[in-house]
């Protein structure tokens, strides 16, 4: 200790030992929250404005054309700490452009591999890099012969870092399809992730969309469809991956994958003309355009084509299932004794007949639950099914709240037999409810889905044109599409909040009861040729504007809107007849 009780000297002179911590009268001051701070600041300041000084550079030079070298360095300055900056990305993509116009086929490959290889440092910074991952695909294009497999070993590399990077396995599909890598090959490398670890999304995907290319069916209708022997194999992976770790979702949600149907072959489900209504209405079995840009659809009146103009029930002109044309009278005169109406679309093929007595005629398909809601089931394929379901019904004893075991139940069920399973299936959706409140709405709405689904099987069988889904709790209308000759259709007692716009697809309606729900809009019952007949008593219509829509139907005779908010209204009963002046009796 010297004599100004400094011990040894080191006054004014900062420890080695850690840049925060300095002696002072023989104690360690350690630096305050403050005294960091200050320095952060001080130090994203200096960062800020250097990157800024270099931002502004670049767009000098890029809007003064000089797109060289020089810019490539600016940006890579940036981009190397924040490769995120698109727009420096566009610049790089210039200056590149502009350097394949100038320097020979050898210097211009000896640029783009450096370039590739700083791109790999950026993702190294950021795998998730929208900007970097589009700039690598860019570039490889501009090559004649790209390394592909360096780039299925850099896509492996960051995979095994990250292997649910879903930007990484975009470029690997990127990279597979332009080096015609085999699928089977990708499958094994899906396969290898899988083993590794279950909870990935990105390698389930992936399959779903490898497995209808490796093995697909010879002349598969509907298309997409896998063999049954691979859909067997997929069953039994999935399984042991959900009962390995029964909360993670990406293995369930392959599995609902699995139990869908592919889409559904091409069809008219049903043609329907109208004699009073000189009109013919179709139902495809798809929602689509008829435009003579779009789809093509001919109709023939007695063996001779006919130009119609195609319009849908609601008046939208986007994608629907039913779409419908005006006939000219003539169609319908002459002395024989029917006529035929051949609609074509495509290479499917519809023929009705209107005999002369008869005001309406209509060709149904006779369409069981596999053709509209499931896929057909062999006996291998339902014995493995229903050996899923019992496994499932296990698991669920052990873990009572997995919601993911519980909704795959019901699917399983609706995939053996909906009907059959009905009641089961209910009980599963109450279940259900109390274990993810969350998605309560979701969960109604798909109980109501199946539940119509399952009535609309029974019309089918019965061969009946009235459907009663009173008191079913229904939250949303689902396939009205299949309800086209429906004449009697009873929605009381549910707890619907609209008539939706696709209700316009039922032509036929005759009487529509709605009594008894939360329906606050009407605005689907429009443009309803033969409706007669409507009940909305007991709901929460404000206002007679609500049922303005109504006055497109030109044969509706009674409405009752008993103890509806309208009623209350004093000037209800005047606005309605003078909205309704076509409806004999309005009941209030």
Known sequence: MDGTGDPGGF??????????????????????????????????????????????????????????????????????????????????????????TQK????????????????????????????????????????????????????????????????????????????????????????????????????????????????????????????????????????????????DQSAWFYHRWLLGRADPQDAIRCLHVSRNEACLTVCFSRPIIVDPGAETVMLLVD??????????????????????????????????SQHSFILMWGDVRKECVLYKDRRESWCQDSATDEQLFRTELSVEKSTVLQSELESCKELQDLEPDNKWCLLTIILLMRALDPLVYEKD???YFQTLKVVDPMRASYLDDLRSKFLMENHILRMEYAEVRVLDLSYKDLTVLCHLEQLLLVTHLNLSHNLLRSLPPALAMLRCLEVLQADGNAIESVEGVVNLPRLQELSLCDNRLQHASALQTLASCPKLALLSLERNPLCQLEAAPEELRALLPGVDRILT
């Not at 590739?116 to 294009?141: A, D, I, M, Q």
């Not at 597979?176 to 499958?187: G, I, K, S, Y």
């Not at 298309?223 to 069953?235: A, F, K, N, S, T």
């Open 303 to 336: 063996e001779s084509p006919l130009l119609v103009d195609w319009r849908t029930p609601d008046g939208r002109n986007r994608p629907n299932h039913v779409w419908l044309c005006d006939l000219p009278t003539d169609s319908f005169n002459g002395h024989s």
């Open 104 to 247: 020979s086929p050898e210097e211009f490959s000896a640029l783009v591999t450096a370039e590739l290889g700083f791109l790999e440092s950026c993702l190294r910074v950021n795998p998730k890099s929208y900007g970097t991952w589009h700039h690598r695909c860019w570039l490889l294009g501009r090559l004649p012969e790209p390394n592909w497999t360096h780039e299925l070993e850099l896509c492996a590399k960051f995979l095994e870092a990250d292997e649910r990077n879903f930007h990484c396995w975009d470029y690997r599909r990127f990279v597979a399809q332009n080096a015609a890598v085999p699928p089977a090959e990708e499958l094994a490398f899906t396969d290898s992730l899988i083993t590794r670890n279950f909870s990935n999304y990105s390698s389930w995907h992936y399959r779903s969309c490898l497995l209808p290319k490796l093995q697909p069916i010879p002349d598969s209708r509907p298309p997409g469809r896998l063999p049954e022997d691979i859909l067997l194999r997929e069953l039994e992976l999935v399984q042991n991956a959900f009962f390995t770790d029964p909360n």
């Open 425 to 427: 299936t209910l009980k």
């Open 11 to 100: 006054r004014g002179r900062a420890s080695t030992s850690s840049p925060f911590i300095y002696p002072q009268h023989g104690r360690l001051k350690v630096k305050t929250t403050e005294e960091q701070a200050e320095a952060k600041r001080v130090e994203r300041e200096q960062k800020l404005k250097l990157y800024q000084e270099a931002t502004e550079a670049i767009f000098q030079k890029r809007q003064e054309g000089q797109l060289d070298e020089s810019v490539l360095e600016l940006t890579s300055q940036i981009l190397g700490a924040n490769p995120d900056f698109a727009t420096l990305w566009n610049c790089r993509r210039e200056v590149l452009m502009k350097l394949e």
